[in-house]
């Protein structure tokens, strides 16, 4: 074995892989372009009839005007051919300008494809309305355009080969069309004819922008004699072109007779061996078959030689075989004779242009070697390629899914940055998808907590939602904003999925884009799973991360498998969003799930009209997110409703209970909330109810930053009694009644998109009182104002929050006060810092059921009786039943457990467990065990009011009494 033809071999053997799947199962390929593709059936069914895996293009051109069908490629593939079509798109620039023309023009392309002929080939040109074809138009629009046309054509036909052209043989111009990332969008790319100069950059520009391409010779003039058209196809094979396609508008039938031999002949996989090619012709070329190392033969005889004498370098090679077009035979070469170096073939009175078969000795062992050097590997498809199916199968189903219609049940669970109380709100009624327009949704039913809202129709809320972005990830754009890099491969759901990771191209500031990762089933190029992270948001909306969950169904919406036929549809979808609201970092958990959905069915506008025409709170996702849909007074039907009132009054009545208070508390007040108050974004909360008040101001995007910047005011008019607890008895008598007010200036900044970092200024004026009990002889502390300077981080992601938290405190005055000889007063304590960390997590099941767990641990230096933690209703680490004042520690260790479930939809219940390790010296506590349970219910009360309750009652500990907790509130619109 030679060295020379071990190469062969190591070449062939890495072939496939270098090369991709692009290259065609022939060398040299070719074909005729005609204006009438029906006029080359005939002769196409003459004998010989084309080989069955011969290569034999027929290219016309179709206008996309509706009229093009696609009847010719059908039964030119019928026939054994290749059809090939140059679509040309006449769409005036700018496209971005255009949409509508562009879109019509897209739909005629995608709908010609759509009976998926086989083998077929499609060339995208375009020439705008009004231009030279000759003048190229801008690579920028034009690589939109072939990004469009390109999923729009393998949406509905995944089969079909897609090529640019004809490009301008302009290197510079073609490193501008690939640079907007174009190669994955394309199986090649052709050219007309131009200088051997030009076209050898241009073909090396896109061989070198997308190695995998194939480059074609299109509009070659047809040569004179026309068996002189075998060597102009390998010559241009030589030159690199993968086909060439022969310009031929005044069809002959007897053209195809050499181009029907090329196909038959050199079909397989062929590859251009100058090493082999013979010497003593005009010109030669040799193709070496990789199955066997044979060889195909193109040999042009010189002008009016009475014998053709070929000499191959290979000693090897031998039987050689003349193969003749018209009429069609083969003339074994007897004649030919190997010499030691050498295989010599005479040919007498030769054709201008001579096929040849040459055989090859030894191919046993060849074969040997060929199995030694073969590359196995396990290919690893470019992101872009996965990325241009992927838009290709939802560009095709786009096309089959006119509208759908379904049931959306979304629900929104708003959290604070700590605790496991949460307020749940499911909006549920019939959305209406239409293909290109933005659907429309009906809140046919409301659950609070699980309650179902009796009201005649669901109220308008204020909608607090994030920015839309300036582009979305995985579509088709002009302009390059994301960036993306295959991960690898990952299964989900049984489903063997590409992971694809995505983010900005450029910074995020103002353009709401997103970073995150798709799943991209490997089979049919459909999305699994899509998780997302918005970034650059300026809104009160600090962060939002959404995961999408895809499933494949039916026109009915029944489940059906993953296929092409099948409407893959993001049912379910879960996220998080974390809101600057009122000085406080809330959690707003999201689920969406869409129900009974009907794809493409024939009651979809009657349905929507009856919609449109009932009395259901309707919403409109519009570019500026959702918006209500209101009625519409004059002309029938719904309008975008443009701003809506930001302000909402309620009124809030109820009553509050525990041990330490003389009476029940009456509460009755009005509760105002504003979410745009004086300014967009800016917030205002305002309760008063007599003996409280309650103020909350927030900015939470102050001075256009991302900072929030508030104050909130509290006042209690009524005193509260402050009980002693020491060595497992009550002190009545060094008992001490106190009124607070405060006021608390707050600064927040996020981190991430999970993470935000606040601290506050607050200052406490505390009044202190004689309880009825109260000794003579005791000293009341002085009346104080405390300055706090505090510093918190809260993390929250999935469910799961952390919040970490610490505050240094300074009264303004601090002597002695107690009981005489009091040793608990140390003045030192005039400071004191406290600390706290606590973690927490909700999981909601069907049904509104949820199941809560938190952690707290706090702790403190230099704590006394009036700084300790409490356990109260309004503690930091309530234990229900306990009384305010009643207990306190230095430290303590918390834990609590909700349990939460609905009844008929009328009320809901969560049941609740509290505990406390409790460690105070003064008071005696070690690890004191303070437990308590409680019952909390929400229910619908007449007139359209909510009616909460909560109450609790020890059963570990030192307190044994009772706390409860009614409050009715009523919005009005």
């Given at each position: 074995m ?6 062969v ?7 496939p892989?270098?090369?991709g799947?692009a ?9 005729i372009?005609?204006?009438d593709?029906f ?10 009839p ?8 027929v ?10 069908s696609?009847?010719a490629a059908?039964a030119?593939?019928?026939a ?11 769409t ?10 562009l ?5 005629a ?11 077929i ?16 138009p801008?690579?920028?629009e ?8 390109a999923?729009?054509l ?6 079909a ?8 043989a302009?290197?510079?111009w ?8 174009t ?5 090649g790319a052709?050219?007309?004819?131009a200088s ?11 061989v ?5 391409s194939?480059?074609v ?10 068996a002189?058209?075998?060597?102009e ?15 031929d508008?005044a ?16 079909q ?5 061996d ?9 010109e030669a070329?040799?193709?070496?078959r ?5 060889l ?11 014998e053709?004498?070929?000499?191959f370098?290979d ?5 050689a075989?003349r ?15 190997r010499?030691?170096?050498?295989l ?7 054709a201008p ?8 000795a ?9 199995e030694e050097v073969?590359?196995?590997t ?7 390629e ?9 560009d ?10 379904a049931?959306?049940a ?13 307020v ?10 239409r ?15 699980g ?16 920015e ?15 960036r ?5 491969t990952e299964?989900?759901?049984?489903r ?5 990771d995505?983010?900005?191209n450029?910074p995020?500031?103002?353009?709401g884009?997103?970073?995150g990762?798709v ?5 049919i190029y459909?999305?699994?799973r899509?998780r ?15 995961t999408m969950?895809?499933t494949?169904i039916?026109?009915?919406g029944?489940?059906a ?6 409407f893959i549809l993001?049912l379910?979808?879960v996220?998080?969003q ?7 970092a809330?959690?707003?958990?999201k ?14 506008d009657?349905r929507?009209d ?7 709170t309707?919403v ?13 007074e004059?002309g ?11 302000g909402?009054l309620f009124l809030?009545g ?17 509760n ?10 800016r917030?205002?909360?305002?309760f008063?109810?007599g003996?409280?008040?309650?103020v909350?101001?927030?900015?939470p995007?102050?001075?256009g ?15 509260t009694?402050?009980?002693l607890y020491?060595?497992e008895?009550?002190?009545p ?7 607070p ?7 927040g900044f996020?981190i991430?998109n ?8 607050q ?5 202190y009182?004689r309880a ?11 009346d104080?104002?405390?300055q706090?300077l ?11 929050r952390?919040?970490?938290r610490?505050?240094w405190?300074d ?14 007063f140390?003045?030192?304590?005039k400071d ?7 973690a927490?997590?909700?999981w909601?099941?069907s ?20 700084s ?13 039943g ?7 520690a230095?430290?303590?260790?918390a834990?609590?457990?909700t ?18 390790w409790a ?5 005696g506590?070690d690890?004191?065990?303070l ?6 219910g929400?229910?619908?009360g ?11 009652t ?20």
């Amino acid at each position: 074995m030679t060295l020379r033809r071990l190469a062969v071999v190591t070449t062939l053997a890495l072939a496939p892989s270098l090369a991709g799947a692009a290259t065609p199962p022939c060398a040299p390929c070719a074909g005729i372009e005609v204006s009438d593709p029906f006029a080359a059936l005939a002769p196409l069914a003459a004998t010989p009839p084309l080989a069955e895996d011969a290569v034999l293009y027929v290219a016309w051109e179709a206008e996309l005007d509706g009229t093009a069908s696609p009847a010719a490629a059908h039964a030119l593939a019928g026939a054994g051919a290749t059809p090939w079509i140059r679509l040309r798109f006449r769409t005036p620039g700018p496209l971005l300008g255009n949409v509508e023309a562009l879109e019509q023009e897209l739909e005629a392309a995608a709908t010609l494809a759509a009976s998926r002929p086989e083998r077929i080939r499609y060339e995208i040109a375009w020439t705008p309305a009004g231009a030279d074809e000759a003048t190229p138009p801008s690579a920028r629009e034009y690589a939109y355009l072939v990004k469009r046309a390109a999923v729009a054509l393998s949406g509905v036909d995944p089969d079909a080969r897609i090529l640019a052209g004809p490009l301008p043989a302009d290197a510079s111009w073609l490193e501008e069309l690939y640079g907007e990332e174009t190669a994955a969008y394309l199986d090649g790319a052709t050219f007309e004819p131009a200088s051997a100069e030009r076209l050898a950059e241009a073909v090396a520009a896109v061989v070198a922008a997308d190695p995998g391409s194939e480059p074609v010779l299109v509009r070659a003039p047809l040569p004179t004699p026309r068996a002189d058209l075998l060597a102009e196809a390998a010559r241009a094979s030589a030159a690199g072109f993968a086909a060439t396609l022969f310009s031929d508008e005044a069809f002959d039938p007897g053209d195809l007779a050499p181009l029907k031999l090329l196909a038959d002949e050199f079909q397989g996989d062929l590859s251009l061996d100058r090493s082999t090619a013979p010497t003593g012709a005009r010109e030669a070329w040799s193709f070496v078959r990789g199955s066997d190392l044979a060889l195909r033969v193109i040999a042009a005889a010189p002008a009016g030689a009475d014998e053709l004498a070929l000499r191959f370098p290979d000693p090897q090679l031998k039987d050689a075989v003349r193969v003749i077009a018209e009429p069609r035979s083969e003339v074994p070469l007897a004649s030919a004779r190997r010499t030691a170096d050498a295989l010599l073939v005479p040919i007498a009175d030769p054709a201008p242009v001579e096929v040849l078969r040459v055989e090859r000795a030894s191919i046993e062992e060849l074969e040997g070697i060929a199995e030694e050097v073969t590359v196995a590997t396990d290919r690893q498809m470019p992101v872009e390629e996965i990325l241009r199916r992927l838009q290709a199968f939802e560009d095709g189903q786009s096309r089959r899914l006119r509208h759908y219609q379904a049931v959306n049940a979304t629900t929104l669970r708003f959290q604070a940055a700590a605790g496991v109380q949460a307020v749940e709100a499911t909006f549920e009624g019939e959305v209406f998808v239409r293909q290109g327009q933005p659907f429309d949704w009906a809140w046919q039913n409301f659950y609070l907590n699980g309650v179902k809202w009796r009201g005649k129709s669901i109220p308008e809320i204020p909608l607090i939602q994030p920015e839309k972005a300036a582009a979305m990830p995985l579509e088709i754009l002009f302009s390059k904003e994301y960036r993306y890099e295959l991960s690898g491969t990952e299964t989900i759901d049984g489903r063997d999925c590409w992971v694809v990771d995505f983010e900005p191209n450029v910074p995020a500031g103002g353009k709401g884009l997103y970073r995150g990762r798709v799943w991209v089933d490997r089979e049919i190029y459909a999305r699994v799973r899509t998780r997302a992270v918005q970034l650059g948001l300026e809104g009160e909306v600090l962060s939002n991360e959404e995961t999408m969950e895809y499933t494949p169904i039916d026109a009915a919406g029944a489940p059906a498998p993953w296929t092409v036929s099948s409407f893959i549809l993001p049912l379910r979808t879960v996220g998080q969003q974390l809101l600057s609201a009122f000085n406080t970092a809330v959690v707003v958990e999201k689920e969406v799930n869409l129900t009974q959905v009907v794809v493409n069915g024939p009651e979809f506008d009657a349905r929507r009209d009856a919609v449109f025409a009932s009395e259901a709170t309707m919403v409109r996702d519009t570019d500026q997110g959702l918006r209500y849909l209101v009625p519409d007074e004059q002309g029938g039907g719904r309008v975008v409703k443009e701003g809506y009132d930001t302000g909402k009054l309620f009124l809030l009545g109820g009553v509050f209970y525990d041990d330490s208070l003389d009476y029940p508390l009456p509460l009755a007040g009005v509760n105002y909330i504003d979410l745009a108050f004086r300014a967009p974004e800016r917030q205002l909360n305002a309760f008063f109810g007599g003996v409280l008040g309650i103020v909350n101001y927030a900015d939470p995007r102050f001075l256009g930053s991302k900072l929030d910047l508030g104050v909130d005011v509290f006042g209690f008019a009524i005193k509260t009694s402050d009980q002693l607890y020491r060595d497992e008895v009550e002190r009545p008598l060094e008992e001490v009644r106190e009124r607070p007010a405060r006021v608390t200036f707050n600064l927040g900044f996020p981190i991430g998109n999970f993470v935000k970092i606040s601290t506050d200024y607050q200052l406490a004026w505390t009044q202190y009182f004689r309880a009825d009990d109260t000794a003579d002889d005791f000293v009341l502390p002085q009346d104080n104002l405390t300055q706090r300077l505090g510093l918190g981080i809260q993390f929250a992601r999935s469910g799961y929050r952390l919040n970490l938290r610490g505050a240094w405190h300074d009264r303004s005055d601090w002597e002695f006060w107690g009981l005489p000889g009091n040793e608990e007063f140390d003045p030192q304590q005039k400071d004191y810092l406290t600390w706290e960390a606590s973690a927490s997590k909700n999981w909601y099941f069907s049904k509104f059921r949820k199941l809560g767990v938190e952690l707290n641990w706090s702790g403190g230096r230099d704590l006394d009786r009036f700084s300790k933690y409490q356990f109260g209703f309004f503690g930091g680490n309530r234990v229900h039943g306990y009384q305010i004042g009643k207990v306190r520690a230095e430290e303590a260790l918390a834990a609590h457990l909700t349990y939460g479930f609905e009844i008929g939809n009328l009320l809901r219940l969560d049941a609740v467990g509290d505990a406390a390790w409790a460690t105070d010296e003064v008071s005696g506590l070690d690890r004191e065990l303070l437990a308590g349970v409680g019952l909390q219910g929400i229910f619908m009360g007449p007139w359209e009011t909510l009616i909460s309750l909560d109450v609790g009652t020890p059963v570990a500990g030192p307190d044994d009494g009772i706390s409860v907790y009614l409050v009715f509130l009523k919005l009005f619109d």
